[in-house]
């Protein structure tokens, strides 16, 4: 995957820098075509002409070294670049990408870019577990930065703990996968909008009805649809759980708030998969005080809520819409007459009562249907799994490619993360 693609390598200054070099020759042997930029410190620590010597291309320290005056160096390094690795990546730098410095060359660059980023930091054990350090890591895996974790050994300070740096083949072997897994992206300029988790109906400040709904599976759907190269809308009720990193969360309450905040957003979207389980009613008055305790029995009259997946199957202009039927029993009679009343272009239905298929779990029993007799069953996996066949099923349909001959992907990282 290495051959013919272009390799910014990002050298900082920690002791490791002697081990870039290594990488930066293993990575030429593999076939890329490696630029190297180094921080002022890091030519400190190894001679810019090393790299030069083992990448056959001038070396950059200087943000003003200029040495073609047909294109900003910068820009011009960011914009050809098939990914980006920074190794070794210290504490400093992290700091500057995440808080968007631009002082030097390589963190300059790391503005421009829109290419992968794939990091290997390398710091004392104590420095790499500190809640700063720790904090820009997150921030920086939030906005689809890759990192390979720092190795447990020997540190060039006499600690021993986690701060090496990853062996230069196993950084190698880590950016081969990820181009990979980024080629494999059949849904790139398709903007898809998922909702999840449960919706709020309130009674009072203190008390709502609701349902178990966690909204695992609207997550694992909308990163899903991001691996796979959409823009993702997720559009988010109650649920449990971190929000998938690099979508857009629209957090809403109510079904009501819920049926705006997808109509409004309806035309800009290819995708529509309505993961969501909504409350099919809500109390009818909203009392605007807690509701004392004083009768023995309360009532409660409730209204029909709006339907959302109904309504999206009326206004869709094109749109592939995806439904979800939540069942307990005549699942597939109830999933059908679901498909044909709402509109939809697939229905997924699971039956809750089934082990391993509720509410709340990592797992599930799917089944998808489809028009014309279209039926997909899927056995006992993850929601992540199924939520992968599901996205790879709509791209073929979208594409006319086939009638569902997806697969899951193996062993896919989110949109940024800690790779192996």
Request: glycine share 10%.
């Amino acid at each position: 995957m290495l051959k013919g693609k272009t390799v910014i390598l990002g050298v900082c200054g920690g002791i490791a820098a002697y081990k870039a070099a290594a990488l930066c020759s293993k990575l030429t042997q593999a076939g890329a075509q490696v630029h190297v930029i180094m921080t002022a410190s890091a030519a400190k620590l190894v001679q810019p002409l090393t790299f030069q010597a083992l990448s056959k291309n001038h070396v950059v320290v200087d943000t003003f070294d200029e040495h073609d005056p047909a294109v900003i160096t910068h820009v011009d390094m960011a914009d050809s670049a098939d990914l980006v690795i920074i190794a070794p990546a210290t504490a400093n730098m992290l700091a500057k990408l995440a808080y968007g410095l631009a002082d030097d060359m390589l963190s300059t660059t790391m503005l421009v870019t829109r290419a992968p980023i794939l990091v290997a930091p390398a710091m004392n054990v104590h420095m790499y577990d500190h809640p700063t350090v720790q904090t820009n890591m997150a921030t920086l895996v939030s906005r689809g930065v890759y990192f390979i974790d720092a190795a447990v050994g020997q540190l060039a300070c006499g600690y021993v703990g986690k701060g090496r740096m990853a062996e230069p083949e196993q950084i190698v072997d880590v950016a081969s996968r990820l181009l990979e897994q980024l080629q494999d992206r059949p849904l790139a300029g398709k903007r898809v909008l998922v909702t999840a988790g449960g919706t709020v109906e309130r009674i009072d400040p203190v008390r709502y009805l609701t349902n178990d709904s966690s909204g695992k599976m609207g997550f694992a759907v909308a990163e899903a649809a991001r691996d796979l190269g959409a823009e993702v809308t997720l559009v988010a009720g109650r649920t449990t759980g971190s929000v998938p990193a690099g979508v857009e969360l629209i957090p809403v309450q109510s079904a009501q708030d819920m049926l705006e905040a997808v109509l409004e957003r309806l035309d800009g979207t290819d995708i529509v998969v309505k993961a969501a389980a909504v409350a099919d009613y809500r109390p009818e008055v909203q009392a605007d005080r807690k509701i004392k305790k004083t009768e023995e029995a309360l009532t409660l009259r409730l209204v029909k809520n709006p339907d959302i997946l109904m309504e999206v199957g009326k206004r869709k202009k094109g749109q592939f819409v995806v439904g979800f039927a939540a069942e307990t029993d005549h699942l597939e009679e109830n999933a059908i007459g679901k498909l044909e009343r709402k509109n939809c272009d697939l229905l997924v239905a699971n039956d809750v009562t089934a082990e391993g298929a509720g509410f709340g779990t990592d797992t599930n029993i799917i089944t998808i249907y489809g028009p014309d007799g279209f039926k997909m069953p899927l056995p006992l996996c993850t929601k992540r799994e199924a939520a992968d066949r599901l996205l790879r099923l709509i791209a073929d349909r979208l594409d006319g490619a086939g009638i569902g001959q997806a697969q899951g992907v193996p062993g896919g990282e989110s949109g940024g993360g800690r790779m192996p």
